[in-house]
Each structure stands twice: as C-alpha cells, then as structure tokens.
C-alpha cells in the first residue's frame, strides 16, 4: 500500500523557497526573474515573489506554487509533482510513491474548463486583414534576423504599431461588448472612457491557424522599448497549441518536417526553404496533438538548454509508440537555437 501524504508534507512540499525548486528544474534565477520555459522568451518574464514564495510568468498569464511549477516545468500531474519534489529535498524517503488524501485547491495552472474560451476567428481574422508589415517590423524581420520575405508571407506574419487605430478599426466592424468577451479590449482603470487593447504595441502578429486553415490564435511580439513590457503574449484563456499547423497538408510523408521550439526559429527554418511547424514549449504542447504528427517525417534541432531537451523527449515520446520517428539534428556547442545557427551561416 502507497504511503499517504499527510496535510504537514504537503505543507512542506510548498514551503520549499521557490527559486531553489527553480534551480532544481534547471531554471537560471538572476534578480527573481528566469526565462519562461512555457513560450519563446528571450528576456525573462517569469518573476519569483520570494515573500510569497509563489512564481508567474506574465506573458502567459500562469503561475502559482512550488508543486505548480514542477507540474507545468516537467509535464507532471501533481502527484508526479509532490513525487518528484519530495525526491529532491529529502521529503519522502527511498523515493516512494505518494497517494494525496488532503483536499487540495485546483492548480492555477490548469485552467478549468470554464476559463478556456474559444478564439473569435472573425476578430483575428480582421487584425490580420487590417495589419500589414510596418517600417519596425521590416527592420526587425529583414535587416536584424534576416529572415526572407517569402517566409513572411507564406506565414501570415504582419504587424502593427498603433493600437488605437486598430482599435477604431474593429469598432466599425464589432461590438465593444465583443471585444470585450475575447479578451483583446479591457477596461483602463485610469481612464474608463478609453479602453486599452490587449497587444503590447508595436508588435509582431503571429496568427496561429489549424490543419484546416482555421484562425485558432493569435501571438504577439512586442518590437518597443519599454522595459518590463512582455515580450511574447499570446490571447488569455485559449489553448496555446501548435503554429504552422496548416502546412501539414502541403507536406508528402516522405518530406522532411521540421519541429522548432518558438515562432522564431520556424521562421528562420521556412527561410531555408524548409517545412516547419512551431511548439512555444514543452509544457503547453498536448500530446493529443503531437501523436498526430507521428505519420510525418520528423527532425528538429533541440535547443541547447534544458527546455529544448524537454521539448525533443515529449515529441519523442509521443511519437513513438504510435510508429512515428524523430531524427535529432545537433547544433554546434555554442548555438543557443537554430536562430543563431541560421544567421552564423549568412555571414
């Protein structure tokens, strides 16, 4: 019989300081802040609250505790959480099992399903219809990452820079109250007469599609200057899922396709005339959708850091049981991603 968890090791489990569980999970902490490991972050936007002893990530708008964490970072259940934690600080001895008997409050970061909405594919399809490439955009795709404008075009990427514009824009088209109901307007609390829109601008679009060509979300990249602003964002409450999923249909099963950690590195593959696909993260990639994938030919260039590790082992092992194979490309030992790699080669 599994020993029980009494409501004191539970207690412990979430008083473990939080920025030690961070670091156990591979995490690099510098000033309570660590790269989030559930999208494409380049500056950190995950923040630790030692005084709480809590963690969030304000880009993708989850977080919550020590156990939390450990589910969202490993793809763990929660007692596979308190499992590992327990192993880790010397809670539970001889790494035994655990069987929760204490009532426990749902994890804040698994949304129930009342908080999960779907995405209003008419008001995507309108900011991507309105939005073309703006001057700031343009130098960020072509002259800084140097992507090619075939790619950006083949993916829908577009952008904007002034977010009142647009906002008038969807007005004449739909409702506040619509607005308001996908989450892209929200009350200003300084100034209830003007609404704020949701994206960070100026930004970059990313507009996700599914296998049939469906508008299923929308991704932004902020391309200001403004510190402590998120860098990714993605719509609140819908399923991040997979982007580039419409390209599924225009590849044969013989013909590579490429799996990339992040929007970026998808597009810097597409620039090498490659078919690519884009998972923002291991944690947030369900394995529902990535069975499906197992009829196609697989590779990808894991990142080199834990995540990316993370990230090849679950396409790995969803795949596999299902006959599907995945070839692993390495990068060279001082490449952080296939970005870096992509633009070494231009030089």
């Not at 990339?260 to 998972?279: H, M, N, P, R």
């Amino acid at each position: 019989m599994n020993p029980k968890i009494t409501p004191q090791q539970l207690a412990q489990l979430k008083q473990i300081p939080i920025e030690s569980v961070a670091r156990s999970l591979g995490m690099r902490v510098v000033r309570h802040k660590a790269l989030c490991f559930m999208h494409d972050d380049h500056h950190p936007s995950l923040a630790f609250n030692v005084s709480r002893n809590t963690w969030r990530c304000f880009v993708c708008d989850k977080g919550g505790d020590s156990i939390s964490l450990v589910m969202e970072r490993n793809g763990q259940s929660f007692v596979e959480a308190c499992q590992w934690l327990g192993a880790q600080f010397g809670i539970f001895s001889g790494g035994a099992s655990v069987a929760v008997r204490v009532k426990t409050a749902t994890p804040t970061t698994a949304p129930s399903p009342a908080s999960v909405i779907p995405a209003d594919a008419e008001i995507i399809g309108a900011i991507i219809e309105h939005c073309s490439l703006t001057e700031k955009a343009r130098k960020f795709l072509f002259k800084q990452r140097r992507y090619t404008p075939e790619a950006i075009e083949s993916l829908g990427i577009c952008a904007l820079d002034d977010a009142n514009e647009l906002l008038q824009h969807l007005l004449t088209k739909f409702s506040m109250q619509r607005l308001k109901q996908a989450q892209l307007v929200f009350e200003n609390r300084r100034n209830p007469a003007n609404p704020r829109f949701y994206f960070h601008t100026p930004c970059l679009f990313f507009p996700y599609y599914n296998e049939e060509g469906k508008l299923v979300n929308l991704q932004a990249r902020y391309l200001g200057g403004r510190k402590n602003t998120p860098r990714f964002q993605f719509l609140k409450g819908i399923p991040t899922g997979i982007f580039n999923l419409q390209v599924l249909k225009h590849v044969a099963p013989t013909e590579p396709l490429f799996i990339a950690e992040g929007v970026t590195d998808a597009i810097a593959l597409t620039s090498c005339g490659y078919k690519a696909i884009a998972i923002p993260s291991a944690t947030t990639a369900k394995e529902e959708d990535l069975e499906r994938l197992a009829a196609h030919t697989l590779l990808m260039y894991p990142d080199n850091d834990a995540p990316g590790e993370a990230l090849y082992q679950k396409v790995k092992n969803a795949v596999d049981p299902h006959g599907g194979h995945i070839t692993r490309l390495l990068l060279p030992p001082a490449t952080k991603d296939f970005s870096d790699l992509y633009l070494a080669s231009l030089e």
